[in-house]
């Protein structure tokens, strides 16, 4: 048989693992769920060790014992930007503080954007910083928890942390490196050495490679634990929505991934660095390569907060929400139930649905939150143009495109084709292919997917929609001082 890879992404809610052959053929895959927790509103962590850690060894020692070949090349994407402080060992000091629906570091944006200069900061970086930024998470570690600070000497993130104690290499990737304003410049793909030197002190960064180089080979006592062969290379990974794009083949300038998944995510392969003040401007996963990307921040967990108020399965909910007209029979929804990312930068907006009456039902409401998904994206894929990306193909990933109706809903808004790929399966379908590059076991070139269907806009709903999207852009400006003062009552 031919070698094999092993793909491992770790997600919000579960970690996804496959075992496929050099071809591209999925062979086997598993999948562990995990909990996220919020100990306070705005924050969001994970325990590395009980969930990025445990969930990796799982699906290691599970897919593993199903190879019925060599298991050729290992990799790992996770959830990101992620700042985990650890220290010389890679032991956890705390749990790590997740990506821009963790929002506790708004002071500290403001505060290192004043220090550093607006726009300095846009010229270096790409973009502004965010709740999405790593740079000001380490600022509020610094300030807000001196102990742990003071034994950081480690940096990681989900996928870097488990490549530590898989291989003892301390790295990190560019385009993950890149979504930690304003560290780092997608420009010169490097270090900006001032800043770091001015937030990060003594502590050692560490080294930047391209995703599919190997970061190192698993060690003796990582063999015993997983069950895989020493020596066996790892690939240095990345942050999941981009290994998902190179999933379906989305790696070429002006193709556009869209991942429905907890969050929505737009990535957009660029054959430079492009300046993006409000969305993310990062390197790609493979050398030579960059990206214009930008993400909300509650999409699918929206639908599933609907399900568990409601006590209503997707199934029945997409049902009724089918019976519904489009536009929601005059419901508009925000979605900024996490704050926002992009395009607005807000961690403080809040949901908002409008022009409720006495007769709307469930599915109404929730065909109102699939449609607000569709305005988010317009809204951030608009943005992406107006920054210099051309668009020319769209393609849908992730659970949410296994259902008819919600794809067709994106479609209508946004006015586009999106191709639905053969292998639906996400990240860790990508990061079988990055292990298999750094394997040595395929070229840089290589595409295992292609297009299974496609979903084309229907031209009834497009003046309806376009409308109503004027709407969505009218009602953020119109009530953010009134969320933005819940925002601050909801943390008392």
Same mark, same amino acid.
């Given at each position: 048989?031919a070698?094999?890879?092993?793909?491992? %992404?770790i997600?919000?809610?579960?970690t996804?693992?496959?075992?496929?052959?050099?071809?591209?053929?999925v062979?086997y895959s598993?999948?562990?769920?995990?909990?996220?927790?919020?100990p306070?509103?705005?924050?969001?962590?994970h325990?590395?060790?009980?969930?990025?850690?445990s %969930?990796?060894v799982?699906i290691?020692?599970?897919?593993?014992?199903?190879?019925?070949?060599?298991?050729?090349?290992?990799?790992?994407?996770?959830?990101?930007?992620?700042?985990l402080?650890?220290d010389e060992?890679?032991?956890?000091?705390r749990?790590?503080?997740?990506?821009?629906?963790?929002?506790?570091?708004s002071?500290?944006?403001d505060?290192l954007?004043?220090?550093?200069g607006e726009?300095?900061?846009?010229?270096?970086?790409?973009?502004?910083?965010t709740?999405?930024?790593?740079g000001?998470?380490?600022?509020?570690?610094?300030?807000?928890?001196p102990e742990v600070?003071?034994?950081?000497?480690r940096?990681?993130?989900?996928?870097?942390?488990?490549?530590?104690?898989?291989?003892?290499?301390?790295?990190l990737?560019?385009?993950a490196?890149s979504?930690?304003e304003?560290?780092?410049?997608?420009?010169?793909?490097?270090w900006?050495d001032?800043?770091v030197?001015?937030?990060?002190? %003594?502590?050692?960064?560490?080294?930047?490679?391209?995703?599919?180089?190997?970061?190192g080979?698993?060690?003796?006592?990582?063999?015993?634990?997983?069950g895989?062969r020493?020596?066996?290379?790892?690939?240095?990974?990345?942050?999941?929505?981009?290994v998902?794009?190179?999933?379906?083949?989305?790696?070429?300038?002006?193709?556009v991934?869209?991942?429905y998944?907890?969050?929505?995510?737009?990535?957009?392969i660029?054959?430079r660095?492009?300046?993006g003040?409000?969305?993310?401007?990062?390197?790609?996963?493979?050398?030579?390569?960059?990206?214009l990307?930008?993400?909300?921040?509650?999409?699918?967990?929206?639908?599933?907060?609907?399900?568990?108020?409601t006590?209503?399965?997707?199934?029945?909910l997409s049902e009724?929400?089918?019976?519904?007209?489009?536009?929601?029979?005059?419901?508009?929804?925000?979605?900024?139930?996490?704050?926002?990312?992009?395009?607005?930068a %807000?961690p403080d907006?809040?949901?908002?649905?409008a022009?409720l009456?006495l007769?709307?039902k469930?599915g109404d409401i929730?065909?109102?939150?699939?449609? &607000?998904?569709?305005?988010?994206?317009?809204?951030?894929?608009?943005?992406?143009?107006?920054c210099?990306?051309?668009?020319t193909?769209?393609?849908?990933v992730?659970?949410?495109t296994?259902?008819?109706?919600?794809?067709?809903?994106?479609?209508?808004?946004?006015?586009?084709?999106?191709?639905?790929?053969?292998?639906t399966?996400? &990240?860790?379908?990508?990061?079988?292919?990055?292990?298999?590059?750094?394997?040595?076991c395929?070229?840089?070139?290589t595409?295992w997917?292609r297009a299974?269907?496609?979903?084309v806009?229907?031209?009834?709903?497009?003046?309806?929609?376009?409308e109503m999207f004027?709407?969505?852009?009218?009602?953020?400006?119109?009530t953010?001082?009134m969320?933005?003062?819940l925002?601050d009552?909801?943390r008392?």
């Amino acid at each position: 048989m031919a070698d094999l890879v092993i793909g491992i %992404d770790i997600g919000t809610g579960s970690t996804k693992g496959v075992l496929s052959d050099t071809k591209g053929n999925v062979l086997y895959s598993e999948v562990v769920r995990h909990e996220t927790a919020f100990p306070k509103p705005g924050w969001a962590e994970h325990d590395a060790d009980a969930v990025w850690w445990s %969930d990796v060894v799982k699906i290691c020692r599970e897919l593993a014992t199903r190879a019925k070949g060599d298991v050729a090349g290992l990799c790992i994407s996770g959830i990101g930007p992620v700042f985990l402080a650890a220290d010389e060992r890679g032991t956890p000091l705390r749990n790590a503080i997740l990506y821009g629906v963790d929002t506790r570091s708004s002071k500290e944006i403001d505060e290192l954007t004043e220090r550093y200069g607006e726009e300095t900061v846009l010229k270096k970086c790409g973009n502004g910083m965010t709740s999405q930024s790593v740079g000001p998470k380490i600022e509020w570690v610094k300030r807000n928890e001196p102990e742990v600070w003071a034994k950081t000497r480690r940096f990681l993130m989900a996928h870097t942390y488990c490549v530590f104690h898989l291989t003892g290499e301390y790295v990190l990737d560019h385009l993950a490196a890149s979504m930690c304003e304003p560290l780092y410049s997608p420009f010169t793909n490097d270090w900006v050495d001032e800043w770091v030197e001015d937030i990060c002190g %003594d502590l050692p960064m560490p080294r930047l490679m391209w995703s599919n180089e190997v970061a190192g080979h698993i060690t003796d006592n990582a063999a015993r634990i997983t069950g895989l062969r020493p020596g066996t290379p790892v690939a240095v990974g990345s942050v999941d929505a981009f290994v998902e794009a190179l999933s379906v083949g989305v790696r070429q300038p002006g193709q556009v991934m869209l991942m429905y998944g907890s969050t929505m995510v737009a990535v957009q392969i660029s054959d430079r660095a492009l300046e993006g003040p409000s969305l993310w401007s990062c390197a790609g996963l493979l050398e030579g390569t960059s990206n214009l990307s930008g993400g909300m921040s509650t999409t699918g967990s929206l639908t599933t907060w609907i399900s568990e108020l409601t006590g209503l399965g997707y199934d029945e909910l997409s049902e009724l929400a089918a019976q519904s007209k489009p536009g929601s029979n005059g419901l508009i929804m925000l979605p900024y139930f996490s704050g926002e990312r992009t395009p607005i930068a %807000d961690p403080d907006a809040r949901g908002l649905l409008a022009g409720l009456n006495l007769t709307h039902k469930q599915g109404d409401i929730y065909r109102s939150a699939l449609e &607000a998904t569709g305005f988010g994206s317009r809204h951030l894929l608009e943005t992406i143009r107006k920054c210099g990306g051309q668009a020319t193909e769209y393609w849908a990933v992730g659970g949410g495109t296994t259902g008819g109706l919600w794809p067709q809903i994106m479609s209508d808004i946004i006015g586009i084709k999106q191709y639905i790929p053969e292998v639906t399966i996400g &990240a860790s379908y990508g990061d079988a292919l990055l292990a298999a590059m750094a394997a040595g076991c395929v070229d840089e070139t290589t595409v295992w997917n292609r297009a299974e269907r496609e979903i084309v806009p229907n031209e009834d709903n497009l003046e309806l929609y376009s409308e109503m999207f004027q709407t969505y852009l009218d009602l953020y400006p119109a009530t953010a001082p009134m969320s933005h003062k819940l925002a601050d009552i909801q943390r008392r």
